[in-house]
């Protein structure tokens, strides 16, 4: 008997790798173009750390004129969760990262390399095990679950390194009619890689990310084939691979120890390996050390959190560029308006170790984001959000006439207001501007320290209302009025004047000009007056002054 019949005998009906080969022809794709996926299980949970990974993977296809695909790796099937693809699709489209091809939901794909689920691509898999046991480079492994147990015990008393391989490797020196007839005999199996590799050999292996590192060479006969006819995620990779074409495999840095094996198993198959580029992961502060975030404890680490808070997706994309390629911060500096896909990515400046979430950061980018956007844009966003997030937002919006205005409030200039970083600060931010929000609030007494008692208080606003309070006056006009009640009630008509002489004047004009704010608006702080008095109309304004007279009584 010879490897070819030990081989048909476990995998007697599977097709010859050629035909795989003659299917899966190699890309036609312009020189340069980087063929890469994002190959997450079906569990429907995207890590911002995944987000990143995809984020990555798409900006570069697009600069190369490549393919981004997306892999569904469900050999492990107790991970998986029903319509756990089309949550990650979903969450991928939240971002605007589009697959060009593969897996659409759980059960739709697109693309000429499919099937793109792994578990729908058993006989291809089986098909390679087939072909690596015809040469010698594979074989059926009898070894029992309490067998390897005992086989762990025994390596930890004697202090070696754990793991099936060399003299440990039991079932590698079965002879083919053993194996033959151990099969034959209906005795379970699963099959693992013959690795000719030596552990005191080293590779040299040149990450496009971390540079060139040194790695023993794998001697372990890792599993190939489970007892359930699936592949190891290190099979899978390597046919998949091959036959979607991979240029670049994209991941993260935890499968950098698997390159020694991924490697060999390439070589091993004749396949010519893809490039590898690991991505740092995204780490946290805890407690002065640093970790990874981690989907149990940090609700920052699902992105679906962020779409629950409203920061937009434009603001999570920039930050994690920020985190990409140091370089982008000054980059953009330099080009506030453009738009983020033309800075000049490099897969190769991306950081080598991990960088730390700065949710400051991020926040601050969704305000310089939402402050560029229009005021038409700004409200359909809103809403979108609102609509899923906020029904009382929601309704607030719903004259969207009124709401332009409110949001048009000190936008679209050259410094437009930088006051909402994400959509779920909106009814915070514009709440004064709606009278059923303005009168449920508890109203701040329009005291401010400046100008601290009632009547003084009162004589402001009810002169204001009486003598200058003008609805069709413009900037200009109004200001002077505000200046003019100033000085008629015995303040500084301007700041400067105030300083100079301090003790001439109770207070100045700013100070005037704060009471009738805290009155409109019970804040301190708000953006530009005078528009946020156009926007709220006579009416509005009258009965504001007058109620906020009344609470002073
Ligand atoms: N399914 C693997 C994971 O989620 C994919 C790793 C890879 O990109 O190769 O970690």
Redesign the pocket.
């Known amino acids: 008997m010879d490897y070819k019949e030990l081989a048909n005998l476990i995998f007697p009906t599977v097709k010859e790798i050629s035909y795989y080969e003659e299917k899966y022809p190699e890309r036609q794709l312009p020189e340069g173009a980087i063929v890469t ?5 079906p569990t429907g949970f995207v890590h911002i750390g ?1 987000l990143y ?1 995809a984020l990555v993977a798409k900006i570069v296809v697009q600069k190369t004129g490549g393919v981004f695909f997306l892999r569904v ?1 469900d050999t492990d099937q107790k991970r998986e969760v029903e319509n756990g693809v089309t949550g990650i699709v979903n969450s991928l489209k939240d971002f605007d990262i589009l697959q060009d091809e593969g897996m659409y939901t759980d059960s739709e794909e697109k693309g000429k390399y499919g099937p793109y689920k792994q578990s729908l691509r058993k006989e291809i898999y089986q098909a390679y095990a087939k072909y690596m046991i015809e040469q010698g480079k594979a074989y059926p492994c009898f070894c029992t679950q309490e067998e390897v147990d005992e086989m762990r015990k025994k390596q930890e008393e004697a202090k070696v390194r754990p793991g099936y391989y060399g003299v440990w490797a039991k079932c590698r020196n079965h002879t083919i009619e053993e194996m033959a007839e151990k099969i034959k005999n209906g005795e379970p199996y699963i099959i693992r890689f013959k690795s000719p590799g030596r552990e005191d050999r080293k590779i040299k292996h040149k990450d496009v990310i971390k540079g060139n590192v040194d790695f023993p060479e794998n001697d372990q006969d890792i599993v190939i084939i489970k007892a359930d006819g699936l592949p190891t ?1 290190h099979f899978a ?1 390597a046919v998949d ?1 091959h036959l979607m074409r991979t240029t670049h ?4 840095d ?2 950098l120890s698997s390159v020694p094996l991924h490697l060999q198993l390439f070589h091993e198959m004749g396949f010519k390996a893809p490039k590898y580029a690991h991505i740092s992961p995204i780490m946290k502060n805890d407690n002065g050390g640093k970790r990874k975030l981690s989907k149990r404890k940090d609700p920052e680490a699902a992105v679906s959190y962020y779409k629950k808070e409203g920061i937009p997706s434009t603001a999570v994309k920039e930050y994690l560029l920020n985190i990409a390629n140091s370089t982008f911060e000054n980059w953009r500096r330099a080009n506030p308006d453009k738009k983020m896909e033309e800075f000049e990515f490099q897969l190769n400046k991306m950081s080598v170790s991990g960088a730390l979430f700065d949710m400051v950061k991020l926040l601050d980018i969704g305000k310089t984001v939402i402050s560029k956007m229009t005021a038409g844009d700004v409200y359909k966003e809103a809403l979108i959000w609102a609509k899923e997030y906020d029904t009382e937002l929601e309704e607030m919006l719903e004259n969207k006439e009124y709401a332009l205005k409110v949001f048009g409030i000190e936008r679209g200039n050259k410094k437009p207001r930088k006051d909402i970083a994400k959509w779920s600060d909106v009814k915070e931010n514009i709440g004064y501007m709606y009278d059923e929000k303005f009168y449920n609030k508890e109203q701040e007494y329009p005291y401010q320290p400046a100008i601290d008692n009632k009547e003084d208080i009162e004589k402001i606003l009810k002169l204001y209302i009486e003598k200058y309070y003008n609805e069709n006056d413009n900037k200009q006009e109004w200001f002077d009025k505000i200046k003019a009640l100033a000085i008629e009630l015995g303040y500084a008509g301007e700041v400067k004047e105030f300083k100079a002489n301090p003790e001439k004047y109770k207070a100045h004009v700013g100070d005037v000009s704060t009471v009738i704010r805290v009155a409109l608006t019970s804040r301190t702080n708000t953006p530009d007056m005078y528009e946020i008095m156009q926007v709220l109309g006579k009416e509005k304004i009258t009965k504001r002054l007058e109620k906020a007279i009344e609470k002073l009584k």
């Open positions: 996926r994002f190959a997450p299980s995944g990974q790796e995620y990779h691979d495999v994209i991941r993260s935890e499968w």
